[in-house]
T-cell receptor
Framework: ELKVEQNPLFLSMQEGKNYTIYCNYSTTSDRLYWYRQDPGKSLESLFVLLSNGAVKQEGRLMASLDTKARLSTLHITAAVHDLSATYFCAAISGNEKLTFGTGTRLTIIP | DVKVTQSSRYLVKRTGEKVFLECVQD?????MFWYRQDPGLGLRLIYFSYDVKMKEKGDIPEGYSVSREKKERFSLILESASTNQTSMYLC????????????FGPGTRLTVL
């Protein structure tokens, strides 16, 4: 059974700093997804990582995938307040189901 | 613009009532999903469907059923609502042949009194 773990669960960081959110998954997965959720809102797709070594960047966010280590990271560069949200990663099992991590609540402090 | 819509943003029901949550997507996607989201537990899959009239149990199907009579519509049914079904319910759809993300609806916050 595929399990997905994120850490940290809560992250409070100052504006301008860099940090990384980690996503580990337990069994082979071909794809890894990152989503953002603002309070009271639905999930917004950030990245889809399709292969080992994949790296994608959008603004101050960069995601990478290491399928051998079963690890994906979401790196935040020079954080700004607008990035405050909950971030979820999700991996896919063979039967087309996504399994989500429990999320990382990120708070950017001025 | 890609759209997944859900019938209600907020819903309040009483214990024992039958509850219908509707989800409609306009992207001609084969796969549709129902999740519930609870604090500290992330998103948990209730049911999914990969075609009309087809359904598969997810991780927490107990107390729920689903219906998919048309490709664009996927309904979640609580036969007899209970207080532990108070939650945020999210519908999503997905193009099976693509490698893109799942698209989520805005969510329905259900409170069962």
């Amino acid at each position: 059974e595929l399990k997905v773990e994120q850490n940290p669960l809560f992250l409070s960081m100052q504006e301008g700093k860099n940090y990384t959110i980690y996503c580990n998954y337990s069994t082979t997965s071909d794809r890894l997804y990152w989503y953002r959720q603002d309070p009271g809102k639905s999930l917004e797709s950030l990245f889809v990582l399709l292969s080992n070594g994949a790296v994608k960047q959008e603004g101050r966010l960069m995601a990478s995938l290491d399928t051998k280590a079963r690890l994906s990271t979401l790196h935040i560069t020079a954080a700004v307040h607008d990035l405050s949200a909950t971030y979820f990663c999700a991996a896919i099992s063979g039967n087309e189901k996504l399994t989500f991590g429990t999320g990382t609540r990120l708070t950017i402090i001025p | 613009d890609v759209k997944v819509t859900q019938s209600s943003r907020y819903l309040v029901k009483r214990t024992g009532e039958k509850v219908f949550l509707e989800c409609v997507q306009d992207m001609d996607h084969e796969n549709m999903f129902w999740y519930r989201q609870d604090p500290g537990l992330g998103l948990r899959l209730i049911y999914f469907s990969y075609d009309v009239k087809m359904k598969e149990k997810g991780d927490i199907p107990e107390g729920y059923s689903v219906s998919r009579e048309k490709k664009e519509r996927f309904s979640l049914i609580l036969e007899s609502a209970s207080t532990n079904q108070t939650s945020m319910y999210l519908c999503a759809s997905w193009d099976r042949d693509g490698y893109n993300e799942q698209f989520f609806g805005p969510g329905t916050r259900l409170t069962v009194l």
